[in-house]
């Protein structure tokens, strides 16, 4: 069955520096990939996507590549902020429309002023 | 534009009894979902909708769950009789369509935190 695997947190860092959170999967055939946030009190949001090999997907200052090769999808921020503490999570979608998601155990991201 | 609308947000039960959540998802949306998210994981599908049919409930334990959607738009998500591993946050999302070419965001309402004691 799909799969996806996150690097376990809490991962904590000062302001401005950077971020990578990574993330792999398993997928018999060709998954779009995402990447969701949560932020304190809030419910999930779609930060960035990506449906097929080599996309580049971008939002917020964040981007994940979607790399086949080594079936992963690492999610990475030049600068973070202290707004950007959050949970991240990585999922995957094997039909062309993003149901169905299979989810990662998520990321909490902690950024210190 | 108002979002996925869920209640109770909270709920402490005993284990053995019943207890249901209501979803309501944003106007227009055709899509439904219910996912169960356990402390420390991510959430796992239980049930999708497409209009009032489901299209996939895989991963719903129907000996104690049960959904439904009537007339396509809220929906009721029940849990008959509750066991200590069914504390969790149940998650409802809901998204424009299904099937059709695209990919759909999945929008998240706030959840319920469910405590079975």
């Known amino acids: 069955g799909n799969s996806v695997t996150q690097m376990e947190g809490p991962v904590t860092l000062s302001e401005e520096a950077f971020l990578t959170i990574n993330c792999t999967y398993t997928?018999?055939?060709?998954?779009?990939l995402f990447w969701y946030v949560q932020y304190p009190g809030e419910g999930l949001q779609l930060l960035l996507k990506?449906?097929?090999?080599?996309d580049k997907g971008s939002n917020k200052g964040f981007e994940a590549t979607y790399r086949k090769e080594t079936t992963s999808f690492h999610l990475e921020k030049g600068s973070v902020q202290v707004s950007d503490s959050a949970v991240y999570f990585c999922?995957?979608?094997?039909?062309?429309?993003?149901?169905?998601?299979?989810f990662g155990g998520g990321t909490r991201l902690m950024v210190k002023p | 534009e108002a979002g996925v609308a869920q209640s109770p947000r909270y709920k402490i039960i005993e284990k053995r009894q019943s207890v249901a959540f209501w979803c309501n998802p944003i106007?227009?949306?055709?899509?439904l979902y219910w996912y169960q998210q356990i402390l420390g994981q991510g959430p796992k599908l239980l049930i999708q909708?497409?209009?009032?049919?489901?299209?996939?409930d895989s991963q719903l334990p129907k000996d104690r769950f049960s959904a439904e959607r009537l007339k396509g738009v809220d929906s009721t998500l029940k849990i008959q009789p509750a066991k200590l591993e069914d504390s969790a946050v149940y998650l409802c999302?809901?998204?424009?369509?299904?099937?059709?070419?695209?990919?759909?965001?999945?929008?998240f309402g706030p959840g319920t935190r469910l405590t079975v004691l």
């Open positions: 990506a449906t097929k090999a080599d």
């Open positions: 909708f497409q209009n009032n049919g489901v299209v996939d």
């Open positions: 999302a809901s998204s424009l369509d299904h099937g059709l070419a695209g990919v759909y965001e999945q929008f």
């Open positions: 999922a995957l979608s094997e039909d062309n429309a993003g149901n169905m998601l299979t």
């Open positions: 106007s227009g949306h055709a899509t």
């Open positions: 997928a018999t055939g060709y998954p779009s």
